[in-house]
């Protein structure tokens, strides 16, 4: 069973998604909260011991959503944090994932996705709904893009190894970096692959490793960061 929380400054959605993922076989909510402030306090508490993942809004009165996940990180790193909201920029999205949250989904989602975005979250995987994933992955061209010249037999060889400051990575690493924002889970990327999970686990490992970072989320951000999409 999943224990989550849920913070949100509106009563209807707390109910609504206790009342929904309660219903879920495998999910159960252990307590609600209306802004970070209380969360502060349940964090210590009986309440929160079995807690795996905490949803929660990313505006709220007295501490907004950013500002909480960043306390929640730091004093419970093993807890998945999934911003759950209507805002869906990239500014916000690339904000949060910076802060170490796990997951980034909109409210318009079924609950079938977010229950599914819960179990993925807490097995490790960054989750991004098909919304914050499009805004990740949509780059607006500039005048400094456009004025760039074609590229030559060299330039593709180097974008096929992916950005300079990823040179660290192997092509095939590179690859699945790729697949690892794509939010895939290591199953999904050995089947895309054709290859064993269990090689997949080892080039997260090693990618994660020479990436100096320490976990997924680290390895994603820092590639969103650097260009790769």
């Not at 209380?38 to 210590?44: K, M, T």
């Not at 807490?122 to 989750?127: A, E, I, R």
Request: with cysteine.
């Amino acid at each position: 069973m999943i224990d989550v929380g849920i913070v949100d400054d509106d009563a209807l959605v707390r109910h609504a998604l206790t009342t929904l993922l309660n219903a879920q076989s495998d999910i159960s909510v252990a307590w609600t909260a209306s802004d970070g402030e209380e969360v502060i306090q349940l964090l210590g508490s009986p309440k929160n011991s079995s807690v795996q993942a905490i949803l929660l809004d990313i505006q709220m009165p007295r501490m907004d959503g950013i500002t909480l996940s960043t306390i929640v990180h730091k004093k419970l790193p093993n807890i998945a944090i999934l911003i759950l909201t209507t805002f869906i920029n990239r500014e916000l999205i690339d904000r949060t994932l910076a802060v170490g949250v796990n997951g980034y989904i909109a409210k318009e989602d079924s609950i079938e996705s977010i229950a599914g975005a819960i179990r993925q979250a807490v097995g490790g995987n960054l989750v991004l709904s098909p919304g914050p994933g499009n805004q990740l992955r949509t780059r607006t061209p500039s005048t400094a893009d456009e004025a760039k010249p074609r590229p030559t037999e060299e330039t593709k060889a180097a974008d096929a190894s992916g950005p300079p400051e990823l040179s660290c990575l192997s092509p095939r690493e590179i690859e699945v970096l790729k697949l690892m924002i794509d939010a895939l889970s290591n199953k999904q990327i050995a089947r895309r692959l054709n290859v064993s999970e269990a090689t997949v686990k080892t080039h997260v490992s090693t990618l994660i490793a020479k990436l100096g970072v320490h976990d997924r989320v680290g390895a994603v951000v820092k590639a969103l960061r650097h260009g790769l999409a």
